[in-house]
Every structure is written in structure tokens, then in C-alpha cells.
């Protein structure tokens, strides 16, 4: 996983309708995964667009799993970084109960059935398990979804 | 008729109790639990009230003040009992 976002150089060339959109989108440190999730990309497209703003030095990687700023096509599953983030979290606050919300969050498909499906835990446990935990669950959502 | 009515109303208390405490392991913490608690406490003392209330007037002549205050203990069973399914409903609603 990548994350971009606006380098200092001003926008001085023509851009393509799909450029133009990832380039705003990236005005905010903003990640592939949610890239391919917000634009409804193919991620071979989102891939070369990337390459592109880069190339043009319109965006740069801020950090990163991968050492170049490509997205693994053949990757079968882009949500694993997020499912595991959220996972950790959850085992954070809920210790070894966490293990029976781990087939649900695998279960997920895309990144805005995620963070519905994670707001939804934050409730429910804020309702009948724990306000501490589900505060301090809601916080680490936070950061990890925005 | 005010027997009746009374042992109605704690045979309902009765079962709230047994609702009230399953659903507290549905819903251990939280506001839900903390609230429930709290619920389950009063549900107890009020099914031991109406207990006392049906044992001290078991044997008393019927009048009107006996079968209002027995109307009166029956309709609070069930508002405890409506209570307790709107509970259900909601941890039914957060498990779907």
C-alpha cells in the first residue's frame, strides 16, 4: 500500500478528466487502496495514472509497503492492509474476544462495506459491551478510514 | 378477581425477571448492560412487592380500592414486559 499526496509544483499542464480526479483526491495524504475505492478504478488504470502525476511531479509517495508506487494488479485481496489494521484494533480493545469478528471483517468486499460494518461494531459495542472500548475503537477507525 | 389479577401480574414479573437476567448476557457492558443492571435490580424488588402485596391481601374481602391497586400492579407488569421486548428488539436489531 501507498500513500500520496501533492507535491509544492504547480498544475501547469493539461490533465485527463481521470488525472484530474485522482490528482484532487489527492490534496490529502490519501492511500491506493481508498484511491481505487473513491475513483472506481481498475487498478491497472489507477496504477498508470499514479505513474503518470508522479512522473509529472504532481504527487509524490509519502510512505509505503513497496518500494516503487505500483499496485499489484494480480493482488487478490487490497483490503488485507485494512482488514488487518481494523483487526488489530479490534483485538486491541476486546483482547481475545476480537476472534469471533475476524470472519466478518474478511468477509467484507470493499472498503465502504468496511468502515459501514466497522462503525456498526463501534455501536454495538458502545450499546452492550464497553463505552471505553468502543470510544477508543471509533478513534482508531478514525485514523485508519480517513 | 383481585387474586386473579395479582397472580397475573406476579406470574409476569416472574417471567420479566427470568427475561430481564437472560438478556443481561446479551449485553454485559455498555449503556445497554449498565441500564439493564439497573432494570434488573428494580424488576427483582418489584416481583417481591407483589409477592408481599398478594400474600398480605390474599384473604381480604374484595373492594373497589383492592381491585384498582391490583389493575394498577397487573398494567405495571406489562409495561415492564413491553419494556423488555423493546430491549430484545434492539439487541436483535445490533446482532442483524
Redesign the interface.
Known amino acids: 500500500m501507498q500513500i500520496y499526496r501533492h507535491t509544492s509544483k504547480a498544475l501547469n499542464i493539461l490533465l485527463s478528466r481521470e488525472e484530474r480526479l485522482v490528482y484532487a483526491l489527492c490534496r490529502e495524504e490519501i492511500s491506493d487502496v481508498l484511491l481505487a475505492e473513491r475513483t472506481h478504478l481498475p487498478l491497472d488504470v489507477l496504477k498508470g495514472i499514479l505513474a503518470s502525476l508522479l512522473e509529472y511531479g504532481l504527487i509524490e509517495t509519502v510512505a509505503g509497503t513497496q518500494s516503487t508506487p505500483s499496485i499489484k494488479p494480480e493482488e487478490s485481496d487490497p483490503l488485507a492492509p485494512f482488514k488487518a489494521q481494523l483487526f488489530a484494533a479490534l483485538e486491541a480493545e476486546l483482547g481475545t474476544k476480537a476472534e469471533k469478528y475476524r470472519s466478518e471483517i474478511e468477509q467484507k468486499q470493499s472498503l465502504a462495506e468496511l468502515e459501514e460494518w466497522s462503525h456498526k461494531l463501534v455501536l454495538k459495542l458502545r450499546l452492550t459491551i464497553s463505552q471505553k472500548a468502543a470510544d477508543a475503537l471509533e478513534t482508531r477507525i478514525k485514523t485508519l478510514f480517513t | 378477581m383481585v387474586q386473579v389479577l395479582l397472580a397475573i401480574g406476579v406470574l409476569l414479573m416472574l417471567y420479566n425477571t427470568y427475561v430481564g437476567f437472560g438478556l443481561k448476557g446479551?449485553?454485559?457492558?455498555?449503556?445497554?448492560?449498565e441500564r439493564l443492571s439497573q432494570l434488573n435490580i428494580f424488576i427483582a424488588l418489584f416481583t417481591l412487592g407483589y409477592l408481599v402485596v398478594g400474600v398480605l391481601t390474599w384473604s381480604y374481602p374484595p373492594d373497589t380500592v383492592l381491585v384498582i391497586l391490583s389493575l394498577i400492579l397487573l398494567l405495571g407488569a406489562i409495561f415492564v414486559f413491553l419494556v423488555l421486548r423493546l430491549v430484545q428488539a434492539?439487541?436483535a436489531a445490533?446482532e442483524g
Open positions: 446479551k449485553a454485559p457492558g455498555g449503556i445497554i448492560g434492539v439487541l445490533l
